[in-house]
């Protein structure tokens, strides 16, 4: 059973080296960007000081162009070298545009070293900002290529008028996600054009979505299959598709877009108005990442395989679990997009606490540093008392064994909103029964900060990178104090019957570290009809949000659970498996 398992892995190995593809050199999801934090950002403050001589903006930092707009756009794509080569003054004069979306893809060699990054970034901003035309990039994302002649600089130049609505528009790639299919299958291209539409979402963005296309690879027919899952995304989920904007053509596997669509309320960037006791709400746990690369490791690595079967679960269960995560990633979060704008300002009105969301952040390629990056962005300090992760097992698993220097990173990941107390519980009844979506708190705002990031100290058996680890607070005692306050919050108690294939599938195990994670305490056994009960009490919201958990538990099916909440009693001292 495991030499065929393995024999059809690299038979699926061979079938992509023979496209001039080497699956083990590629990076899976969002794991193919640029590092933040080691080359990008340091990259930037090199140049910082040249750039400001140029007749070039970049905006501030968020993860989509935002623009006032009377509905209509131009989109103008452009393709350069590395070095911006191409690049016309009078042709930017023609085109006019309001802001620049800028895809850079380049080799290893550039994506290591800030200082060989900034020399790659200033070349092509000298070119940009010595036209008359102030180029503005609303949005930058950065790729990494293993291949030397697959580097390029794609930018989509975006115009609009002003009027009474709002455009936004980003961009996002990536080379696979799950390495087990076929290059350009539906799931794949599904996932990644998802990826890119997240940041739309999370600005409360579900009206007017056209998909831009950015795809590449080694040959022609599969470009042309590529074609064909992009035009089934799109027309299964009645996005527009634009199919007739120019591709790369560097002869490298890629798959992503560039995303527009249009919002008629305020976007959730009320940055300011953040303040001490606002909850961080989370759709659903993370970390697909270490998941698909765990898979795709044990499967090259059979001492891996061995260990893991040992120690955290067979090879069946982990494949399992990635094909429940693919059916997810490659499901755009559209209904919660629907609910986000529910909670926004009419355009022109004020944020009020006691109505609206402050901010919402894609948990995608950085993980929980999108905290970190939502700290310092707000001024705020941030706790984080849940790390809720999908598999802590194999995270725990995939860092121990440098599979993955973060393994809470993922693709298409869950959405977080940082709102007041009252908004999160609307918040949470209005997500609950949206396929995939598992609602829950895993922290708050502490105050004005200098953007702090408390995390458990737990979370060094996740993230391997000392120097991310150096961008943590790890200070016990800050949790605990939010863990004492929590103390006086509404203690319910629930009691619940769950169906479905739930039984001797690690179901129990499971579902008692949630709990704990979430500070509950009770019980969960298995009864004789095929069924688990589980009895869990603790403050509302964290029991809500474990209700929500089971409702799309990791492990097992659940097809039904029906609960009733109860009067808190009190009666346990922990959460223990009967």
């Known amino acids: 059973m495991r030499e065929d398992r393995i024999s059809v892995f690299r038979e699926r190995l061979d079938k992509y080296l023979n496209l001039g593809i080497n699956l083990l050199s590629l990076a899976i999801g969002c794991s193919v960007k640029v590092d933040l934090y080691d080359t990008l950002y340091p990259a930037l403050s090199l140049v910082n000081n040249e750039i400001a001589k140029l007749n070039i903006e970049i905006q501030p930092r968020e993860d989509v162009a935002v623009l006032r707009s009377n509905g209509d756009y131009s989109l103008v794509r452009r393709i350069y070298d590395i070095s911006g080569n191409g690049v016309n003054k009078d042709e930017l004069i023609s085109i006019n545009p309001l802001v620049a979306l800028l895809l850079l893809q380049v080799h290893q060699s550039r994506a290591s070293s800030p200082k060989e990054f900034a020399s790659s970034i200033i070349s092509l901003y000298r070119r940009l900002g010595s036209s008359p035309v102030r180029v503005r990039i609303g949005k930058g994302h950065s790729i990494v290529s293993t291949k030397e002649k697959a580097e390029f600089a794609l930018i989509d130049f975006i115009g609009t008028k002003s009027g009474n609505e709002y455009l936004l528009a980003n961009n996002d790639t990536i080379q696979i996600i799950d390495p087990t299919e076929d290059p350009g299958s539906y799931r794949q291209v599904a996932t990644a054009v998802s990826n890119a539409l997240n940041d739309l979402f999370i600005k409360g963005v579900y009206r007017g979505i056209t998909i831009y296309p950015v795809y590449d690879a080694p040959i022609e027919d599969l470009r042309e299959k590529l074609t064909r899952s992009f035009k089934e995304f799109s027309s299964k ?13 560097v002869n490298y596997l890629l798959m992503g877009a560039t995303v527009v669509g249009t919002l008629d309320k305020e976007p959730p960037m009320f940055y300011d108005n953040i303040k001490a006791g606002f909850k961080i709400l989370v759709t659903r746990s993370f970390g697909e990442l ?4 765990t898979y795709l490791t044990t499967h090259v690595d059979e001492s891996i395989m061995d260990e893991l079967e040992r120690n955290v679960m067979s090879i069946e269960d982990l494949e399992k679990l990635k094909t429940k995560i693919m059916d997810s990633l490659s499901r755009p979060n559209i209904e919660i997009a629907r609910v986000i704008s529910k909670y926004l300002p009419e355009i022109g009105e004020a944020f009020r606490e006691d109505e609206h969301i402050a901010a919402t952040v894609d948990v995608s390629g950085p993980g929980i540093f999108v905290f970190k990056e939502l700290a310092e962005q707000a001024n705020v300090d941030v706790a984080l008392y849940n790390i809720s992760l999908i598999s802590p097992e194999i995270a725990k698993f995939a860092a121990e064994h440098y599979i993955i220097t973060d393994a809470t990173a993922g693709t298409n990941g869950a959405i977080a909103i940082v709102a007041s107390k009252d908004v999160i519980d609307s918040l949470i009844r209005d997500l609950r029964g949206i396929e995939d979506v598992q609602p829950m708190v895993i922290g708050e705002v502490m105050g004005r900060g200098s953007g702090k990031l408390f995390v458990p100290d737990y979370i060094t058996r ?6 991310l680890l150096m961008k943590l607070t ?13 103390v006086r919050c509404e203690k319910v108690r629930v009691e619940a019957r769950v169906l479905g294939n739930v039984q001797g599938v690690g179901f129990r195990p499971t579902l008692r570290r949630q709990a704990l994670s979430l500070g509950l305490t009770g019980y969960v056994r298995n009864l004789l009809d095929g069924s688990v009960e589980v009895v869990a009490e603790g403050c509302k919201e964290d029991v809500m949000a474990f209700i929500e958990w089971i409702r799309s538990s990791p492990v097992g099916s659940v097809q039904t659970i ?6 808190y009693y009190g009666e346990f001292n922990e959460f223990e498996i009967r």
Request: charged content about 20%; glycine content about 0%; overall charge positive.
């Open 237 to 249: 989920w009645d996005f527009q598709l634009n199919a007739d904007v120019i591709q790369p053509r």
């Open 290 to 293: 270490s998941i698909i690369s």
């Open 462 to 467: 996740y993230i391997t990178s000392k120097s």
């Open 474 to 486: 790890m200070n016990i005692d800050v949790l605990r104090s939010l863990r004492r306050q929590q």
């Open 562 to 567: 029906n609960y009733m909440i109860k009067q």
